[in-house]
Structures are given as structure tokens and as C-alpha cells.
């Protein structure tokens, strides 16, 4: 579906944007009927409140929408689409309430409302459409738009549709929009070209594994983005109970995230070389899937332990990482579905990172504040290497314990990604229930937040 700013050429009605302190001396500088109206449908200026005013004829001629106050806005994101969702149908144009720099989060939200998974049953459009006014970066906000309703879409789709060769298309499509150049490794072709982690991991399945890989721009900085595409994670031998499995769908989301990162930083035509990794496969179970115990090489060398055949993500990204750190780039950032221990951590709403690098740190989380998009610092803890380290291999994919997997398993991505800069992103890629902005369903985490933040990070 596309997102987008109702055309200059439709007539808007002006909506004021009222926190609840607000709302007295707006009504008092209003008319005697304008007052009473308002007094009757009882509008306070709550977050999510919408009111239409009717002028002597009927037809609208303003609207209001409750702000709240600040400490309920920091309970809520994106509190203009909570009310834009209760406005009746028509073209609305903010008016007043809001600074410039307000409007660019809100008007995202807005147009974030409007989106809706729509590929296997009609729904329901959002009735309000916002007109662009003077105050807003339109180019900027409809590229983090299209780029998070790429990536809640892809998640959203089911693996009978979304399965590697699906994921490649996208791809491949996302290549074309942007004349990016795209390659891809496909099957027995990945041992060949020592992907020897990726081929088994995807092995099993009757969809071949692959490794997908983008490029785009040729000056600036350069940043390659590592993305999880385990489009349908069955656990594989050590195989998952039923509901445990009914979301992995969304396993491939960190596929997803980076594949609209890259939108957002193609669309704006950032001043940066960017490369996309996807190691996209299925974790499936047949006779040559592979075993707990076994031991696996690697593109890098080392030795892998499978303790656990249902840790399959971190054993595909590292093959992709140790190809991304050949080029030693100035940023590698790999982003994935990867731990329940992230979420038992933070829950569905944080998006936890590692770093090693302070700078890196303080330009993301300026950023996430600015891009209503929150992330979490978690620690690259050194003195738990030794968790990962099995004895009879270099590495283990899943310690005995129980302790820290998240980070655990982001230790065990930093064997894979060099020397340089790097920094990893275990996201959970799904909203539970429905917010201002975010309907359920397939979602996109960190992903704005490292956009906001590719000057600061990058030095560019």
C-alpha cells in the first residue's frame, strides 16, 4: 500500500492541536457557539480526543485534537495519530499547537496510522488524511513512511509467501526503485563460495538458502547493514513447541528492518556508500538438517559448537558478517529477531543495541528522542566470552545456563564482525497490540533511530 499526504489541491479543514492546559485560553479567545459546542462533547484535550466543529450549515469547518499533557505523552507515542484515528472522514491541515519540529514526528504518525496490511482481506482505510503544510520535511517523513510500512509488510507476510526466494524479490525490487546493485549466492553455491554456516542452516528446507547482497552509492562514509532472514524458524531439530512457533513469520524481520533502513537512506540520497547483507534461509527439519552436537566450520575460520540447532540466527549472521568485515567498512551494523532474553529484558517495545563505542551510543540515543523510536544499551560483556567458549570448538551457538543470551549471542556476532566499528540490534520486530501508529503486527524498531543518527555516526 502507499502512504501519502493528501493532494494541496483537496480543501482541508484546520485542526488545532490542544494540550489539555491549553484548551481554557483557546475557548476564550473562541465564540459563544464555538464554546458551547465544544463544552457539550465534552473535549478536554486528552490524548486521542477528536472533535469536529460544524459551521452554520453543518459542515466542518474546524477540528480539535487533544495533546494531553507531557507526562501522558511520555506514556504515548505519537499522540496526534491516536486522535487522527477518531476524526471523521475529510482532509485535515495542522493548524496550530504544534513547532515545526513537532509537526515532522506527528505528521509520520499520521501517516503511519494509515497503514494497513491489506495483501489477503479488504480493511478498513484511516477516514483522516493529513494535507502538507509549509512546516513539514515532506521528502523526509514519506521516506521513513514508505520505509517502515516496507518492513512491517514484509514481516506481516506469511512464510507460504515470504520464503527466501520471496525475500530475495523484495530485494531485488527495493534494487530496482533505487538502480542499486544486487547480487545473490543461492544453494550448493554458498559452499562453494564458503558460506558454509549459511548452507547448513538452510539446508533442510526445500526453499534453498541464499545470501543476498546490495550496494548503493559511491562516496561517503561506507555502512553495510547485516540483516536475519530466517523467514519461517521451525527450531529445527531441536524443534519448537506449537506456540512458540506461531509468530516465527517475523523471524526474518532484521532482513526486514534493514531492507527499510536502506529505503529511507536511498530515498533521501544520503552522501554514503551502503551495503545490505541477507543471509535468508528456513530453519526446517529433514533427514540432512543439521544435529545438536554437531560442529560447524565457518567463513572466518572458527569452529562452531551446536548445542542448540533452534539458535540458527546468530550461526547465519556470522558467515555475513565475516564477509562485511573483509571490506573493513566504517560502520557494520547487524540487526536480527535474535533472543527471547532480549525481550524478557526490555519487552516488545525497546529495541536493545551493542556497541562498543561511547560516540556511537550518544548519536543513537539523541536520535531515538528525536525519532520517537526508543533503543535500549545493553553491554558487550567481556568476562562472558567464556560462556561461548564450548572447549572442544572455538565457539558455542548456545550456552548451558541460561544466563544472559542476549547478550551472549551478541558476543558471539562480534567474533564474526572484525576490528572496525560495530554495532548489533536484537529486535523483536512485532507490536502485540494496537497503538497510535502502530497497528499489530510486524513493526519497525531501531530503524529510524540509526537513520536520524548516520551523520552523527558516520561523521559525514
Known amino acids: 500500500m502507499t502512504l501519502a499526504f493528501a493532494p494541496a489541491t483537496d480543501i482541508a479543514i484546520p485542526l488545532h492541536v490542544l494540550e489539555e492546559t491549553a484548551l481554557k485560553g483557546w475557548l476564550d479567545a473562541q465564540d459563544d457557539a464555538t464554546r458551547a459546542w465544544v463544552t457539550a462533547q465534552g473535549f478536554t484535550g486528552a490524548i486521542g480526543q477528536a472533535l469536529s466543529l460544524p459551521d452554520a450549515t453543518g459542515t466542518p469547518h474546524m477540528a480539535l485534537a487533544g495533546y494531553g499533557t507531557p507526562a501522558a505523552r511520555r506514556r504515548t507515542r505519537f499522540a496526534l495519530a491516536a486522535a487522527a484515528a477518531r476524526l471523521p472522514k475529510g482532509t485535515y491541515t495542522i493548524a496550530s499547537g504544534l513547532d515545526a519540529e513537532t509537526q515532522q514526528i ?11 496490511f491489506d495483501r489477503y482481506k479488504t480493511q478498513t482505510p484511516l477516514g483522516a488524511k493529513l494535507q502538507a503544510n509549509d512546516a513539514l520535511n515532506t521528502d523526509r517523513i514519506l521516506a521513513l513512511a514508505h520505509g517502515e510500512a516496507l518492513t512491517r509488510t514484509l514481516i506481516n507476510t506469511p512464510a507460504s509467501d515470504m520464503g527466501p526466494p520471496d525475500l530475495e524479490q523484495a ?11 544486487i547480487s545473490v549466492i543461492t544453494g550448493d553455491a ?8 549459511i548452507h547448513t542452516v538452510g539446508r533442510a528446507a526445500d526453499r534453498a538458502p541464499r545470501l543476498i547482497d546490495m550496494r548503493w552509492g559511491d562516496s561517503g562514509p561506507t555502512l553495510t547493514l547485516v540483516g536475519k532472514g530466517v523467514c519461517f524458524d521451525t527450531g529445527g531439530l531441536n524443534l519448537k513447541s506449537g506456540a512458540s512457533m506461531g509468530l516465527m513469520k517475523k523471524d526474518m524481520g532484521g532482513a526486514a528492518a534493514v531492507l527499510g533502513l536502506a529505503h529511507m537512506i536511498m530515498a533521501t540520497q544520503r552522501k554514503l556508500q551502503l551495503r545490505v547483507l541477507i543471509p535468508a534461509v528456513e530453519n526446517a527439519v529433514s533427514g540432512n538438517a543439521f544435529r545438536p552436537g554437531d560442529i560447524l566450520p565457518s ?14 540466527g546468530r550461526l547465519v549472521l556470522a558467515d555475513a558478517l565475516a564477509l562485511a568485515a573483509e571490506e573493513e567498512p566504517d560502520q557494520i551494523i547487524s540487526m536480527a529477531t535474535l533472543t527471547g532474553a532480549a525481550r524478557v529484558a526490555v519487552g516488545p517495545d525497546l529495541a536493545p543495541y551493542y556497541t562498543d563505542a561511547p560516540a556511537f551510543a550518544a548519536a543513537l540515543e539523541a536520535a531515538a ?20 567458549e564450548p ?6 551457538n548456545a550456552p548451558k545456563g541460561g544466563f ?23 529486535i523483536y520486530g512485532w507490536q502485540p497490540s494496537d497503538a497510535p501508529a502502530r497497528a499489530k503486527g510486524g513493526v519497525g524498531q531501531g530503524t529510524r533511530a540509526l537513520y536520524g543518527a548516520l551523520d ?3 561523521k559525514t
Do not use: C
Open 171 to 181: 530485494a531485488r525490487d527495493l534494487a530496482e526503485m533505487h538502480s542499486a546493485q
Open 190 to 197: 554458498l559452499l562453494e563460495q564458503n558460506f558454509p554456516l
Open 391 to 396: 572447549g572442544i570448538a572455538d565457539l558455542d
Open 404 to 426: 544472559a543470551g542476549s547478550i551472549t549471542a551478541a558476543l558471539f556476532l562480534r567474533r564474526f564482525a572484525g576490528d572496525g566499528a560495530y554495532a548489533h540490534f536484537d
Open 106 to 116: 506527528e505528521a509520520l504518525g499520521w501517516l503511519l496510522a494509515a497503514y494497513r
Open 369 to 388: 528522542t528525536e525519532e520517537s523510536d526508543p533503543v535500549w544499551r545493553l553491554p558487550f560483556h567481556d568476562p562472558y566470552e567464556s560462556m561461548i
Open 299 to 312: 567463513r572466518k575460520g572458527l569452529t562452531v559448537e551446536i548445542n542448540n540447532t533452534d539458535a540458527e
Open 456 to 458: 552523527r555516526i558516520l
